[in-house]
């Protein structure tokens, strides 16, 4: 996992914990995450991080709405 321990006390928000290499591509991902009302998936640079690229490559489930040089975060999309 990336963002961890320090996002659900920041964010006031649940934190489903992924492996890093999950498949965000993979219908049952998107699956899991729209059952689990995941909203946003945080993004980072470090070599344990999710693959940067997955939202670009499915934009009608993913879309990046922050961005900084280290750092990303994606909306799901759960709407059919």
């Known amino acids: 996992t990336d963002a961890g321990i320090w996002v659900a006390p920041l964010a006031k928000r649940n ?3 992924l492996p ?7 219908q049952e991902t998107h699956d899991l ?4 009302h ?5 993004i980072g640079e470090r070599s344990q991080s999710f693959e940067p690229d997955f939202a670009e490559a499915k934009p009608e489930w993913y879309e990046v709405i922050f961005t900084l040089p280290n750092v990303r975060i994606a909306q799901v999309n759960c709407q059919p």
């Open 33 to 36: 995450l729209c059952q689990q």
């Open 20 to 26: 890093y290499s999950i498949d965000f591509i993979a």
């Open 15 to 17: 934190i489903l914990a």
């Open 38 to 42: 995941v909203t946003h998936i945080y």
